[in-house]
């Protein structure tokens, strides 16, 4: 269980400061999948990071299991919205960076980085570099390398943005199924509706900055779902008129 918890940030720079995040409080329940949507420059970055322990908020706390997160919570999976691929290496030598640093020795965790390239639909990349991969392998490599160390926690911070919407349902469909075999807790930071209401349990919907709540609401779509069939049902569309509307006010606000 993840709880933010009347989470306040402010950042300084020279004499100024300014607040990024505003009396936050999210709870997020183990094993589901939690969108964060909110205006370009709102904060939810700023969010991932208080949860992953990289940096404490100014007010308030988060909660990890019961446990108030006071340094880098290890059981948390990042994927920031750059690839951050190392370009002198090989995918194998990319996946395997985790456990190279965990010290593991090379065969086995050459074994496990290849076993889950394969998962992702990556084998026989393992000898390419990231200048010869697409958008969409690339964000393959990013999963298989934050997956590799099994964490409970997925931190996803709008992972296919730059995808094409092709290729973005194709990684929906993969990260479906590989939340269906392993139920992480996810928290998927997008600013497509379409995205949020596929893949989540609940979306919470944060304000212009600095980031407030504004609303929040559940996406009650059965599972196991199909990224083919899911978004032309009645009760998607339901969803995504009711979330639009809401949105709509939302994003009137900050549009001058
Ligand atoms: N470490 C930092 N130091 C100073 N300012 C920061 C820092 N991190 C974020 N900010 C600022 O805080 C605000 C919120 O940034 P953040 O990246 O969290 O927004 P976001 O909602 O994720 O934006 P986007 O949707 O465009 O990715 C921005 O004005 C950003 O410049």
């Known amino acids: 269980m993840i709880e933010l918890q009347d989470i306040g940030k402010t950042f300084s720079k020279g004499a100024q400061t300014f607040r990024a995040v505003q009396n936050v409080n999210v709870r997020v329940d183990p094993q589901s999948v939690v969108a964060f949507i909110g205006p370009s420059g709102c904060g939810k970055s700023t969010l991932l990071n208080m949860i992953a322990g990289l940096y404490p908020p100014s007010e308030g706390r988060v909660r990890y299991n019961g446990r108030t997160v006071g340094d880098v919570n290890t059981d948390v999976g990042y994927m ?49 570099f990231s200048s010869e991969l697409s958008g969409g392998m690339r964000k393959r490599v990013c ?8 964490p409970q926690v997925l931190l996803l911070d709008e992972p296919f943005a730059a995808l094409d919407p092709q290729l973005r349902i194709a990684m ?22 379409m995205e949020a209401i596929t893949l989540a349990d609940r979306i919470v919907v944060f304000s212009k900055r600095p980031a407030r709540v504004a609303f929040e609401g559940i996406v009650d779509l059965p599972r196991p779902r199909d990224v083919d069939s899911i978004r032309f049902t009645s ?9 639009w509307e809401r949105l709509r006010q939302e994003y009137d606000e900050v549009t001058p």
């Open 172 to 193: 929906h469909d993969l990260l479906l199924k590989l939340w269906a075999e392993n139920r992480q807790t996810i928290i998927l930071v997008t600013h497509d509706l």
């Open 80 to 128: 920031t919205q750059k690839d951050n691929l190392l370009p002198w290496r090989a995918v194998l030598d990319n996946v395997a960076l985790p456990l190279e640093l965990a010290g593991w020795p090379p065969a086995k965790r050459y074994d496990a980085a290849r076993a889950m390239l394969a998962h992702v639909g990556l084998d026989g990349f393992e000898q390419k």
């Open 143 to 150: 999963l298989a390398r934050m997956l590799l160390h099994g």
């Open 235 to 243: 009760r998607f569309h339901e969803i995504y008129t009711a979330f």
